[in-house]
């Protein structure tokens, strides 16, 4: 287990990709030696002020060589590799990355959980925790519940993610149909640091928040060129003792309904203090709105929403414009929330139907759920893949313009926290644009130091 200790920062000459060799404590630092012993693994980061790389990682100590071996490369500026320093002087420092404040904790904790219930595990405490103190780990996937805290608990540290917000449906209306947009992330916040002592009470409140649920694909509604159901968003998750709320975590927004001759817009990404905001489903609204303090508008008219680099803020969901050759988008990516869905397939100039296009992803290291492929002769529009893992967000569905087949693919369902996919156009007499995809379920994961 990584171990992360206060104040340690030196400076370091190594070139090309070798081991740091540790040159001497930053003032107002301490050196790596005075606060670690041989072997500990420590999460890093290392920068050049005056030629601008940087890498992030797992690093090893040798206190004999003192020296930093660099044992896992988490992110970097050579494009995730080691960088391979030129002369010049690096700043090297002990400081926890998204990976470890978010999926390594995540990938400890949740390893099922009932709705309402907490999983709970015991294990070894952390160094930098008081020297091996029991830990009970309680995570929660679902649902409002109670948890009371153990008598000998001292303190506890919390992690809590918000639900993503459920893509749009595609419609036909008029005779012409249009792919939803997608949802975007929620946020994913912590840990927060808490000593027992502070509390108001020692029962807490645990509120996971509710995915942003399915919503169904729309039929040609008479004709009407103005359908009105945007997908759902997603909920927010807190933990409460007494009248204190310890954290909250906002969800994303939901994706836009298609519209006729017209476009599709993304549900914003959540931000520290608010959830990503709604995309209207009318010819002439845009994408949710950002979260405020770290989230991103959701896409527009067929515009990529960019990365989320905050690190905790969601990703925004993907949009797409109609009757063009090639204006459709993914869903945007993070680097410490949820991850948007990619948008529903639309109908190209010629009023083709096109496949849908890939979620979002938790950078660095997620996994991209692929979008729905279009109708062909012998083949229906496909859904759009679910979203894989933490932050993974779902594929919006394939369009159709096949008689054989009128229906719209669905969008993928997003992973924890992420948005779901919009559903596929459909250009099919009688047919029906696919159902938006489920938003991903929050969750809330509560750590207890036991004196």
């Known amino acids: 287990m990584a171990v992360v200790v206060d104040r340690v920062q030196e400076t370091s000459t190594t070139l090309g990709t070798a081991a740091y060799v540790l040159a001497g404590a930053v003032a107002g630092y301490r050196a ?23 890498e992030t990682g797992l690093g090893t100590f040798n206190a004999a060589a003192n020296t930093l071996a660099r044992t896992t490369i988490r992110a970097s500026s050579n494009a995730g590799a080691a960088v391979a320093w030129d002369s010049g002087t690096r700043q090297v420092f002990i400081s926890p990355t998204a990976a470890d404040g978010i999926q390594a904790m995540l990938r400890t904790a949740l390893g099922g959980g009932v709705a309402g219930q907490p999983l709970i595990a015991r294990g070894a405490g952390d160094a930098a925790w008081g020297g091996g103190a029991a830990v009970m780990t309680s995570s929660f996937l679902s649902g409002t519940a109670s948890l009371t805290l153990d008598p ?15 893509g749009g449906p595609g419609v036909l209306c008029s005779g012409y149909g249009s792919g939803g947009g997608a949802g975007g992330g929620g946020t994913i916040v912590g840990p927060v640091l808490v000593r027992v002592a502070d509390l108001p009470s020692t029962t807490l409140t645990v509120i996971v928040g509710a995915a942003g649920a399915a919503v169904a694909g729309l039929t040609t509604g008479g004709g009407s060129t103005s359908p009105s159901t945007s997908g759902v968003p997603g909920g927010a998750s807190s933990v409460v003792s007494g009248s204190r709320t310890l954290i909250s975590a906002f969800g994303g927004g939901g994706g836009s309904s298609g519209w006729q001759g017209s476009r ?8 520290l203090s608010s959830a990503g905001g709604t995309a209207p489903s009318d010819s002439n609204g845009g994408g949710g ?24 803020g969601g990703g925004a969901g993907g949009s797409h414009a109609y009757q063009s050759a090639n204006s459709g988008s993914v869903g945007g990516n993070t680097y410490g929330g949820g991850a948007g869905g990619g948008a529903g397939g639309y109908l190209n100039a010629t009023l ?22 279009v109708a062909t002769s012998t083949s229906a529009a496909a859904a759009g893949d679910a979203g894989q893992g933490i932050g993974s967000a779902g ?17 993928g369902a997003g ?12 250009n099919v007499a009688g047919g029906r644009g696919g159902a938006g995809g489920k938003g991903g379920d929050g969750f809330v994961i509560v750590r207890q130091y036991l004196g």
């Open 152 to 166: 000998a608990c001292m303190a506890l540290d919390i992690i809590a993610g918000g639900a993503g917000g459920g």
């Open 415 to 426: 992973g924890l926290c992420a948005g779901g996919g919009g559903g596929g156009s459909s």
């Open 32 to 54: 790596f030696a005075a606060a670690l012993s041989t072997g500990a693994v420590v999460p890093y980061a290392a920068f050049d002020a005056s030629g601008g790389g940087w």
């Open 289 to 312: 709105a950002a979260g405020a303090d770290g989230g991103v508008a959701g896409g527009f008219n067929g515009a990529t929403p960019g990365t989320n680099t905050t690190p905790f």
């Open 395 to 411: 594929g919006g569905g394939g369009g159709t313009s096949v008689a054989a087949y009128p229906m719209g693919g669905a969008g």
């Open 264 to 271: 599709a817009g993304g549900g914003g990404g959540a931000g």
């Open 352 to 373: 083709a139907g096109v496949a849908g296009y890939a979620g979002g992803k938790l950078l660095p290291n997620g996994a991209s759920a692929a979008g729905g492929a």
